[in-house]
């Protein structure tokens, strides 16, 4: 793992502080959630039993916070560590902590991986997430890829958040291989042709029981982050053209990612939004696969290739997120990032505060959101990561009487304790 030092901007924050004294990933929360209730385990983001969706919704919470400029709770971030088993692995809720896991312990690939990408963003876990990334590694299978269950076939979204926890962690999913085959691979084979009868350049979740792939939204947004080697946080792309599918003998990441964002541009096109339909109802808004799709074409092409559905989450989506809990406000969080929108102003509702009211009370706030910086200001963030721009903004805080050893402190490895 290699060194992932801090953003000016975060430092510089916390020089002020002390100078002042997302079968597929669990989905969103079904029921209200906008604050915790008296029998949730202290710490935890959401009001809803935990039992499925726990360590999910805490580590989207925690990583949406951090993206957003947000310094959160230590207790919330206890609570999050504090359910890995011994293995390294997370379950979707281990109700005592205290208790070792067992083999009844429902520990799966994404709880895992959500909770390595959340823990890396806000630091000093290094051990944890060391651990986390080598019970990935031990059951990543032979096709290259990962199942929701160790041992269960790859299916696309697994897979997907498994490579977003490895690039978030600076390690390279090709370096990551068993039996010759990287992660990649195994996505790639989930990829669609361009034909509409065959899939229309969509990922497929996994082959059906008769060993078809079918197109699947969800997989797709899923899919185009995958291949594009990007976690649940993602920042804009280079702007491109509007995206096509063209059919490849064997397509690399990139015609992948190309095919994906051309097939959720074209789902997405009749209603500015993605739909699902659950048993034999009609067709309704989904509005989480909605937000993946605008953080997939966004990452892929460029903001304004998600500024339809962008506009319809903007406009529809804040009913729903009071509804569904932490983890919907931090997809919507997740969008914003990603379009460069502010999550302060999203439609109108501050996404930011709707999400801290559901949980502890984060230890404060950093000096810019990220989300929101001008491209001067990430700029100058990227420069940090370049030996010259750490000695620059060594300069500036010594011109502001800050010690040396407390400016190195803060570029220390993120994910040191």
């Not at 958040?161 to 999913?173: N, R």
């Not at 008769?210 to 899919?223: C, E, I, V, Y």
Request: glycine share 10%; proline share 6%.
């Amino acid at each position: 793992m290699n060194v992932r030092r801090r953003s000016s901007a975060a430092a510089l924050a916390a020089i002020a502080v002390i100078g002042a004294a997302t079968a597929p990933a669990v989905a969103a929360d079904p029921s209200p959630s906008s604050a915790p209730s008296k029998t949730a385990p202290s710490g935890l983001y959401g009001s809803t039993d935990p039992q499925y969706d726990g360590v999910w919704r805490q580590s989207l919470a925690l990583l949406a916070q951090d993206t957003a400029g947000v310094i959160p709770s230590s207790t919330a971030v206890k609570w999050l560590t504090d359910q890995q088993c011994a293995n390294g692995a997370f379950a979707p809720f281990r109700a005592d902590p205290a208790a070792a896991c067992d083999a009844k312990t429902p520990i799966d690939t994404n709880n895992t991986a959500a909770a390595v990408q959340a823990l890396w963003a806000v630091g000093g876990h290094g051990d944890v997430i060391e651990e986390a990334l080598g019970w990935l590694k031990s059951v990543q299978n032979k096709d290259g890829g990962w199942g929701y269950v160790p041992g269960t076939p790859s299916d696309a979204n697994s897979t997907s958040v498994v490579i977003g926890a490895l690039t978030a962690t600076e390690t390279d999913p090709e370096d990551v291989r068993k039996g010759g085959k990287s992660p990649y691979d195994a996505l790639l084979t989930f990829a669609l042709p361009c034909a509409k009868d065959k899939g229309a350049g969509a990922f497929a979740f996994q082959p059906d029981k008769d060993g078809r792939l079918l197109p699947n939204a969800d997989a797709t947004a899923a899919g185009v982050l995958g291949a594009l080697g990007t976690g649940l946080v993602a920042e804009a792309g280079k702007k491109t053209d509007a995206a096509s599918c063209a059919d490849a003998d064997r397509p690399d990441r990139e015609r992948a990612a190309a095919n994906a964002a051309a097939y959720l541009t074209d789902t997405l096109a009749k209603d500015g939004h993605l739909v699902s339909a659950l048993g034999g109802s009609a067709d309704q808004p989904d509005y989480g696969n909605t937000a993946d799709a605008v953080v997939a074409l966004a990452a892929r092409g460029g903001a304004d290739k998600a500024a339809e559905p962008l506009a319809w989450l903007k406009k529809n989506a804040a009913k729903w997120a009071g509804e569904s809990g932490p983890a919907a406000y931090a997809q919507l969080i997740f969008a914003a990032h990603a379009t460069g929108t502010d999550p302060r102003d999203f439609g109108g509702t501050d996404l930011v505060e709707k999400l801290n009211a559901t949980g502890p009370a984060p230890q404060g706030t950093t000096a810019k959101d990220t989300a929101t910086a001008s491209d001067e200001d990430k700029a100058e963030e990227k420069d940090d990561d370049s030996p010259f721009g750490v000695w620059w903004f060594v300069g500036v805080c010594l011109l502001f009487g800050i010690g040396i050893g407390f400016l190195l402190s803060n570029r220390n490895k993120k994910q040191q304790p």
